[in-house]
C-alpha cells in the first residue's frame, strides 16, 4: 500500500510554458514534504521542501504547494528549461525527527520538449 | 574532492553469492542511509545510521546487513544474494537526520544485478 503517490509515470512539456506534478499521500501524520529531482545514473538530489504549517514554499522557478485537506501536493516549475528534463520524486515523513523514514513516491519522469 | 562515493557502480553477481557495496563519505556527516530504487516503488530505506556503531532497520532490512565501524564508512552486505535484490541502490548521508530542509546527499548509486 504506496503512502506516496505519483499517478503520472511521465509528463511532457514544452519549454518555456509551466509544468506541473503531482503528488498524493494518505498518512495524516506526514508532516513534512520534499521533492528531489534524479538525472540518469546519478543520485537524487534535493530540489525542495515544505512543512504542513504552509500551503506554499517558493525558490526561484520551483514552487510547492500543499492542500492538506485534500492530502496533495504539486511541483510547479515556470518556465520550464531542458535541463528540467529528469525524473522528479516526491517524498513525505512525519516530522523531521521522525526516524528519518522519508517515504517515497514512485516518481515522475519531466520530458521538455525544444 | 569532498562527497560521497560509491563501489563499485556496476556488478553482476551469482544467486546465493556474498556481495558488499561501498559507501563512503567526505563530509563528517553523522548520519548514512541505504536506499534501494525499483521501477514503480521510488526508493525504500534499507537501513540507516545515526553514528558510528549505531545501525537501524528501515522500511526493507531483509537480507541485508550492515555496519558502520567508522563515521565515513557505510558498507551493505548481501550475505546471500537472491534476484530480488536486483535494484539500484544508493547511498546517501546527512549532517542531522533529516535537517532543518530535509536534504539527503546522494551517491551516484549502485546498479546490482543477481543471475
Known amino acids: 500500500d504506496q503512502q506516496v503517490k505519483q499517478n503520472s509515470p511521465s509528463l511532457s512539456v514544452q519549454e518555456g510554458r509551466i509544468s506541473i506534478l503531482n503528488c498524493d499521500y494518505t498518512?495524516?501524520?506526514?508532516?513534512?514534504f520534499l521533492w528531489y529531482k534524479k538525472y540518469p545514473a546519478e543520485g537524487p538530489t534535493f530540489l525542495i521542501s515544505?512543512?504542513?504549517i504552509k500551503d506554499k514554499n517558493e525558490d526561484g522557478r520551483f514552487t510547492v504547494f500543499l492542500n492538506k485537506s485534500a492530502k496533495h501536493l504539486s511541483l510547479h516549475i515556470v518556465p520550464s528549461q531542458p535541463g528540467d528534463s529528469a525524473v522528479y520524486f516526491c517524498a513525505a515523513s512525519e516530522g523531521l525527527d521522525s526516524n528519518y523514514q522519508l517515504i517515497w513516491g514512485a516518481g515522475t519522469k519531466l520530458i521538455i520538449k525544444p | 574532492d569532498a562527497g560521497i562515493t560509491q563501489s563499485p557502480r556496476y556488478k553482476i553477481t551469482e544467486t546465493g553469492r556474498q556481495v558488499t557495496l561501498m559507501c563512503h563519505q567526505t563530509w563528517s556527516h553523522s548520519y548514512m542511509f541505504w536506499y534501494r530504487q525499483d521501477l514503480g516503488h521510488g526508493l525504500r530505506l534499507i537501513y540507516y545510521?545515526?553514528?558510528?556503531?549505531?545501525?537501524d532497520k528501515g522500511e526493507v532490512p531483509d537480507g541485508y546487513v550492515v555496519s558502520r565501524s567508522k563515521t565515513e564508512n557505510f558498507p551493505l552486505t548481501l550475505e546471500s544474494a537472491t534476484r530480488s535484490q536486483t535494484s539500484v541502490y544508493f547511498c546517501?548521508?546527512?549532517?542531522?537526520?533529516?535537517?532543518?530542509?530535509?536534504?539527503?546527499?546522494f551517491g551516484e548509486g549502485s546498479r546490482l544485478t543477481v543471475l
Open positions: 515544505i512543512s504542513s
Open positions: 545510521s545515526a553514528a558510528a556503531d549505531i545501525t
Open positions: 498518512n495524516s501524520m506526514f508532516d513534512y
Open positions: 546517501a548521508s546527512s549532517e542531522l537526520g533529516l535537517t532543518n530542509t530535509g536534504e539527503l546527499f
